[in-house]
């Protein structure tokens, strides 16, 4: 499942999901338009694993859930806890990611 959160509520979805894969971005971000449409693909092949987009301007509760110092973040969760982070603009470095949790 591909959703961009609409409001400053990751904690909520981190902690009701067993697994929980988050691109952290911001719209004038060149490498995060790029990144997106690969993690949509990624969230396509895993569809029972929520794939979210957050706006690390907008929702900065959301973003101290994760190390977001350079963007696009990356960050894998796993039973409501932040299991391994990575900051990209490469497909590989992302697959390896998401393959640590599912």
Do not use: H, Y
Not at 77 to 95: P, S, W
């Amino acid at each position: 499942m591909f959703q961009e959160i609409e409001q400053d509520n990751l904690q909520e979805i981190v902690k009701s999901n067993d697994i929980v894969l988050v691109q952290f971005s911001a719209s004038w971000c060149g490498n995060c338009r790029i990144m997106k449409p690969k993690f949509k693909k990624l969230a396509s092949e895993n569809e029972n694993v929520p794939f979210l987009v957050v706006d690390a301007e907008k929702f900065p509760e959301s973003r101290k859930l994760a190390k977001v110092d350079n963007l696009p973040t990356f960050a894998a969760f796993k039973n409501g806890e932040l299991v391994n982070q990575t900051q990209t603009n490469k497909l590989e470095v992302l697959t390896e990611l998401v393959s640590e949790v599912i």
